[in-house]
């Protein structure tokens, strides 16, 4: 079986057995049985799921991230965990390259990051903890990218996610009957306001940013009933950092304004914040010039920039001394990114496969 053979076999075993964020049990499992049989020393972890791996000798250390995690989603008419992200892939791809990659005479050693609970936002925190990133000069991630942004055949040597963070609250009114609503402080009307407000928000039209209500959970099943209790919960996307924080301060300054304006109480959390992208110049032209020698000219497009987020930029966050770029593969892709139908072209995971092997090799 050559390497192309083995990475579809990796791919349709991932795709089968899909499993949801911290409880990738099996898949750990399984890339730990695929490291004893290539005979490549990895290690474990007993308090949260993952696989670091590591080929090759010397002081340099380059590094390739994978997410592991899936989605849950119902697809047909049932709730499954589901690679509609295409996680599956990337574990293939940097498997692939790894194959690649055992073949080389290496001065440096590589790095393979197999990590949890990316859609959580927090998984590349926990490998960084655990020593993922240390002694790393320079990481490189994978992702395969929807139709609208790169047909199949093209690969980009960076993307530019956006950040991303999601506000959950909880109103507590005052219930009232439906025939006396001066006696009540009505949660739906909070939410009206809060919907309302978040609709006035307004930065530099050149800078991409986006706030809206994504769950609002209020009333029974009376309904003569004022509801006074409410919960609801925010998704914020802005393409910058520094431009986030600013998103934020201005939906916490509103929720206060409209807390005193109708006399409740509103509490909220943020959780799950993923940060913009950093990506390293350095590895962005390292990128590129591998690209070019595995695709050629014609089929190296530039750098991506999408609205979604990823939380491999947390390591650059973490630590700046990093020089980091995820890799876009152009797949034909469709409908898109987390559809439960999506599919795309599989010749695309050879193509990222050998990419990332050149890549890491030449960093």
């Known amino acids: 079986m050559d390497h192309k053979e083995h990475i579809q076999e990796f791919f349709d075993h991932f795709h089968t057995h899909a499993e949801v964020s911290w409880q990738e049990v099996e898949t750990t499992k399984k890339l730990a049985s695929i490291m004893e049989e290539l005979q490549i020393p990895y290690r474990t972890f007993d308090d949260v799921t993952g696989l670091i791996a590591e080929i090759g000798e010397g002081p340099e250390v380059v590094a390739v991230r994978a997410d592991m995690d899936a989605l849950w989603q119902e697809v047909n008419g049932t709730f499954q965990a589901n690679h509609s992200c295409g996680h599956d892939a990337n574990m293939a791809m940097v498997l692939g390259a790894l194959l690649y990659l055992k073949e080389e005479m290496l001065t440096k050693r590589i790095r393979f990051i197999f990590q949890p609970a990316e ?28 139709i609208e942004e790169m047909p199949f055949g093209k690969v980009a040597p960076a993307i530019y996610h956006g950040s991303a963070v999601f506000l959950k609250g909880k109103i507590t009114g005052v219930d009232a009957h439906g025939a006396r609503p001066q006696q009540g402080k009505n949660a739906i009307d909070v939410i009206a306001a809060i919907h309302q407000f978040i609709k006035s928000i307004y930065f530099s039209p050149f800078e991409s940013y986006s706030v809206k209500l994504t769950n609002i959970q209020a009333g029974g099943d009376s309904l003569n009933i004022i509801p006074g209790n409410a919960a609801f919960a925010l998704d914020l996307r802005s393409q910058s950092n520094s431009l986030m924080k600013e998103l934020q301060q201005r939906v916490e300054e509103g929720i206060t304004a409209i807390k005193a304006l109708y006399g409740v109480e509103i509490n909220w959390e943020w959780c799950d914040f993923t940060p913009a992208a950093e990506v390293s110049k350095e590895a962005l032209a390292i990128a590129d010039k591998a690209i070019r020698a595995v695709v050629g000219e014609d089929d190296t497009v530039p750098a991506v920039e999408t609205t979604g987020a990823d939380d491999f930029h947390f390591y650059t966050i973490e630590k700046p001394q990093l020089k980091a770029a995820m890799i876009g593969i152009g797949a034909d892709l469709a409908p898109g990114l987390h559809h439960p139908d999506m599919s795309f072209n599989h010749d695309a995971l050879d193509i990222g496969a050998r990419v990332l092997a050149e890549t890491l090799k030449t960093s």
């Open 119 to 146: 859609e959580k936002g927090n998984g590349a925190l926990a490998m960084i903890e655990r020593g993922a990133a240390e002694d790393v000069t320079h990481l490189y991630g994978v992702h395969l990218r929807p």
